[in-house]
């Protein structure tokens, strides 16, 4: 899954969108203000991590901007300890979340991941129809007919995409768009290569092409028919 990270300092960054690739999001970095309004404008992402002190505008502002213009990406604040009355700012606005530096990685992952799940419709952490194809969004598992699969970061983010509103198609710009980071290689047959993984592990028919538009699941999927 796609992460914004909106942090000015290099060496808090370089370290967070490390650790966090070496997890499995792809992180895109951007280290002002006005940068990260509009990559939140243009990207799909999973969570923004915002740090509040930033050059030019700051993240107050962001986030500010950010929710007045209608966007419910979750958005985790990161603050220093003393910036008390920013945090309780950041939260009025609209913040889902916050955490103080220095803070644990295994902490910053476990509350990326809830304010994901809230998003995602209320504590409920499996999304998709009993006995169909589902997907749990705490674990990063499929359930095909309620057994339990693993599943590599890039084939959760691009189901978790296509489940989250069953029915919908999503174009191939729109899908790497949820998978991949900026810069990151991906080959002009990556998503295809991805794709075609996915049906093997879950059915031929579990992910429909409809040509020249892009890829759906079904309502219900699994077992579906041809
Ligand atoms: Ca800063």
């Known amino acids: 899954m796609r992460v914004l990270l909106v942090e000015d300092d290099e060496m808090l960054g370089q370290g967070l969108h490390e650790a966090l690739s070496r997890k499995g999001w792809s992180v895109d970095w951007v280290k002002e203000g006005a940068l990260a309004l509009s ?34 990406t979750p958005l985790l604040v990161l603050t220093a300890r003393d910036a008390l009355d920013q945090r309780i700012d950041g939260l009025d606005l609209g913040a889902d979340d916050y ?57 959760f983010a691009l189901l978790h995409a296509l489940m989250e509103r069953p029915g919908t198609i999503l174009s191939r710009e729109q899908l790497e768009n949820r998978i991949y980071g900026w810069g990151e290689e991906v080959g002009p047959n990556a998503l295809d290569v991805l794709i075609h993984g996915m049906r093997r592990k879950l059915g031929a028919q579990a992910i429909r092409n409809v040509r020249g538009l892009g890829w759906r699941v079904e309502p219900r999927s699994a077992g579906g028919t041809a």
């Open 39 to 72: 990559a939140i404008a243009d990207g799909d992402y999973a969570c923004v991590l915002l740090d509040l002190g930033l050059p030019g505008m700051d993240g107050i502002e962001v986030l500010r901007r950010v929710r007045q213009g209608g966007n419910k």
């Open 99 to 155: 955490l103080v530096k220095p803070y644990a990685l295994s902490e910053l992952l476990a509350r990326m991941r809830a304010v994901i799940r809230r998003r995602d419709g209320a504590a409920q952490s499996v999304i998709g129809e009993d006995g169909a194809l589902q997907l749990d969004l705490g674990t990063r598992e499929v359930l095909i007919q309620g057994v339990r699969s693993q599943l590599s970061a890039r084939e």
